[in-house]
């Protein structure tokens, strides 16, 4: 790997519609697929047979990459190492270093030890978001489901009563703990 492949890049988008094309294809190329059939992407050269094979996983990053420069954003790639130390698994997950370390504790999140170091697995920890991730919006639809709208005070008051309620089994188990 030359030094500067771990390096932070970012990408303008393009100006004017020099995109759409590319979303185009790619878009038109998804709904072609009416059988399933393994799906493969290639990159080409300006001259016949100049091409590679890209793995889907370039694909679907060239995916994203394509429709957030369409939407007129800026894209940022960050290389990552594929283990990572509790800090970095904080910083991915936008929490504090003690609460990964609850994690791997819980067993939410499984993780390697080197030496007396924790490291977690890229894939573990993106797993894990994910997870997190749905477990929140079915508590979001769960919330909405349980709003009445013809008595929102009630609810507001319920809802107010079931936090306060989980804010002190959290300081018991801590008061346990500690």
Same mark, same amino acid.
């Given at each position: 790997?030359?030094?500067? #492949?771990?390096?932070?890049?970012? !990408? @303008?988008?393009?100006?004017?519609?020099?995109?759409?094309?590319? %979303?185009?294809?790619?878009?038109? /190329?998804?709904?072609?697929? +009416?059988?399933?059939?393994?799906?493969? !992407?290639?990159?080409?050269?300006?001259?016949?047979?100049?091409?590679?094979?890209?793995?889907?996983?370039? !694909?679907?990053?060239?995916?994203?990459?394509?429709? #957030?420069?369409?939407?007129?954003?800026?894209?940022?790639?960050?290389?990552?190492?594929?283990? @990572?130390?509790?800090?970095?698994?904080?910083? %991915? @997950?936008?929490?504090?270093?003690?609460?990964?370390?609850?994690?791997? *504790?819980?067993?939410? $999140?499984?993780?390697?030890?080197?030496?007396?170091?924790?490291?977690?697995? @890229?894939?573990?920890?993106?797993?894990?978001?994910?997870?997190? +991730?749905?477990?929140? !919006?079915?508590? %979001?639809?769960?919330?909405? *489901? =349980? $709003?009445?709208?013809?008595?929102? #005070?009630?609810?507001?008051?319920?809802?107010?009563?079931?936090?306060? =309620?989980? #804010?002190?089994? +959290?300081?018991?188990? /801590?008061? %346990?703990?500690?």
């Amino acid at each position: 790997m030359s030094p500067t #492949a771990a390096v932070e890049e970012t !990408y @303008l988008p393009s100006r004017g519609d020099e995109l759409a094309p590319v %979303l185009d294809f790619l878009a038109a /190329h998804e709904a072609a697929g +009416r059988v399933v059939p393994e799906p493969r !992407y290639f990159l080409a050269g300006s001259r016949p047979g100049d091409q590679v094979e890209l793995p889907e996983e370039v !694909y679907l990053a060239l995916r994203k990459v394509v429709n #957030a420069m369409q939407s007129g954003l800026a894209v940022s790639v960050v290389p990552r190492t594929t283990r @990572l130390t509790t800090q970095q698994a904080a910083d %991915l @997950l936008n929490v504090s270093r003690p609460t990964v370390v609850k994690l791997l *504790d819980e067993g939410e $999140i499984p993780f390697e030890k080197a030496g007396t170091h924790r490291r977690v697995l @890229l894939a573990d920890l993106l797993e894990y978001r994910d997870r997190r +991730r749905e477990r929140q !919006y079915d508590m %979001l639809a769960a919330t909405r *489901d =349980a $709003i009445d709208e013809d008595n929102v #005070a009630e609810t507001l008051e319920e809802l107010r009563a079931a936090r306060k =309620a989980v #804010a002190a089994r +959290r300081a018991d188990r /801590h008061q %346990l703990r500690g």
